[in-house]
């Protein structure tokens, strides 16, 4: 899903990547969206690499797939740390905007 901003189509027009939702167009930069593709493509390298170095097994290509595999879990926490971050902010943004709202709606 990452493609459909970037490529022409119909669906480029709906889906936002750096969007929580339908509703908001994103104006700038968003780390919004960036977990799932960072942690998959942080784990393919590790798959590409594991098959690569399995050929020539011996202790030093050993040690470099468990420190990769350490590196892949140390990565896929820090993507989702920032996930998180970014949809607690989100959240927060929103009620906010809801609160503010109301309060309009009760001055009136």
Not at 39 to 62: G, H, K, P, V
Request: net charge neutral; glycine share 6%; charged share 20%.
């Amino acid at each position: 899903m990452a493609n459909i901003p970037n490529h022409a189509g119909p669906k480029g027009i709906q889906f936002s990547l750096g969007s929580p939702n339908k509703n908001i167009i994103s104006a700038g930069a968003s780390n919004m969206g960036f977990a799932n593709p960072g942690m998959n493509t942080a784990i393919s390298l590790l798959n590409m690499s594991t098959a690569l170095l399995a050929t020539r097994l011996n202790l030093e290509n050993l040690i470099f797939l468990k420190a990769m595999n350490l590196l892949v879990d140390e990565i896929n926490e820090a993507f989702f740390r920032c996930h998180k971050y970014t949809w607690d902010e989100y959240e927060r943004r929103k009620k906010e905007l809801e609160n503010s709202s109301d309060n309009n709606h009760l001055s009136d």
